[in-house]
């Protein structure tokens, strides 16, 4: 099948060489020229594993390839893929303007009937007014659909190709027969493709990430509360989490979550529950607790050391989460300014993320080559994302490191036993702090 995916952002790229690996020739289109350029020369914009052994090898076969130019990327494509940015506004609300603006451009270049595919976050009712926008110019038959994606950034490619669902709004019989011909590669162990109607798909994805959010903000305000009574949060999220009713997966104390999809989603499924004047009172104390957690670790560091001037602080881990350059909305970002305003100095270490978190800082803070060097005559170690490097450390390569043997542990990745032998003062989310 012909294919042609409007936007190589995150979404996008990965869409696109997927579908290309399952032998469909992709067309990935985009008005930036200089990405564009970079994707010809095979040099792929974000950090998403095995995602560079998939694009190398479609690219190769001829597969996959990338132009600037719309009316060229569409043509001879039977699915059109939107895979568009929509930032949130001031308001909270989704920013249609590029999806709405390439829906206005695609009407009078549509040759022949074709499925135009949302497969950007959206909130309902923007199925309507795409195809209200490319119905305005257009000459031949076509059919707007939903199709959110769920793609966790890390194990993108994984979820993409190893589906636990593929979901599809339309009401329209031949686009159900194009998308269901379109997936059946992908779901051949049997996990489903739900059809179901436009709205009710756009706001699947919604209800999708904020119950997720909810589940994780839940978790924080359980381990605040095991840190008043003295309880051990990782005994109650193994307690609970073997109840089949909950599960085990978002039940990890931490300091919030971040990224493009959590916060943007919440806020914009809060926003579209105000413009239909219902009060979603949980969706809202999921983000207040949220952007209180964030700062957790900054609060608990600053009750430690006191005066925080001129002490010199390691931070391990950048990205929101491990196995991806993404640092939007990182709670490393509102550590980072909370530390500078204080005066403090900041050494930095991530695997991934050190070249955009230059991009907002510079020189303000030290990025380092290794999470050793971060430790150099550090007063105190904040531990913000869970890399798996830093699960094992050598622990005595860091003591000779720090200026004080102190930890302040946002992910929990060590058992507080062992802190207490080593001789550590660690402090963790949830749990019993450990002084030496």
């Not at 032998?23 to 990935?28: A, E, Y």
């Not at 022949?112 to 038959?141: C, H, L, M, Q």
Request: aromatic residues 8%; hydrophobic residues 40%.
């Amino acid at each position: 099948m012909k294919i042609a995916v409007i936007g190589t952002g995150y979404v996008g790229l990965v869409t696109g060489t997927c579908f290309s690996e399952l032998g469909n020739h992709v067309t990935c289109v985009d008005i930036d020229e200089e990405k564009i350029k970079n994707l010809k020369k095979r040099k792929i914009p974000i950090y998403e594993p095995g995602l560079d052994v998939l694009f190398e090898r479609n690219v190769n076969h001829g597969r996959l390839t990338f132009t600037t130019k719309l009316d060229k990327g569409i043509s001879g494509a039977k699915v059109i893929f939107l895979a568009l940015p929509t930032p949130p506004g001031e308001d909270g609300s989704a920013d249609l303007q590029y999806v709405l603006k390439v829906a206005e451009d695609l009407g009078p270049l549509l040759e022949d009937y074709a499925v135009i595919v949302d497969k950007s976050t959206v909130p309902v009712g923007t199925a309507e007014k795409v195809r209200a926008k490319i119905a305005a110019n257009a000459n031949v038959e076509f059919d707007v659909v939903s199709n959110p994606e769920f793609l966790r950034e890390g194990v993108a490619v994984e979820d993409f190709m190893k589906p636990d669902r593929v979901v599809v709004g339309t009401s329209s019989i031949k686009a159900t027969s194009i998308m269901d011909a379109l997936y059946a590669p992908l779901v051949r162990q049997g996990n489903p493709i739900i059809f179901m109607d436009e709205g009710s798909a756009e706001l699947t994805k919604y209800a999708a990430n904020s119950f997720l959010a909810t589940k994780i903000s839940f978790m924080n305000e359980i381990a605040n509360l095991c840190e008043k009574l003295g309880a051990n949060v990782d005994d109650v999220r193994k307690g609970i989490g073997t109840d089949s009713r909950i599960g085990r997966r978002f039940l990890f104390a931490g300091i919030g979550y971040g990224g493009s999809c959590f916060p943007k989603d919440v806020q914009a499924l809060s926003k579209s529950s105000i413009d239909a004047d219902y009060d979603f009172k949980i969706l809202n104390s999921v983000m207040e607790v949220n952007q209180k957690q964030k700062l957790k670790l900054f609060y608990k560091l600053q009750d430690y050391l006191g005066n925080l001037e001129d002490k010199t602080i390691a931070i391990w881990g950048l990205a929101f989460k491990p196995y991806t350059d993404d640092i939007r909305e990182a709670p490393s970002l509102y550590n980072i300014d909370e530390l500078l305003k204080s005066g403090a100095n900041v050494q930095a270490y991530d695997p991934e993320a050190t070249e955009k978190i230059k991009e907002i800082y510079g020189d303000k803070i030290k990025l380092c080559d290794d999470e050793y060097e971060a430790l150099q005559d550090a007063d105190a170690l904040l531990i913000i994302t869970e890399w798996p490097v830093f699960r094992q450390p050598d622990f005595d390569l860091m003591c000779k490191k720090l200026k004080q043997k102190v930890i302040f542990d946002g992910r929990n990745l060590y058992p507080t036993d062992q802190m207490k032998e080593l001789g550590f003062e660690y402090i963790s989310i949830g749990r019993k702090e450990i002084h030496a």
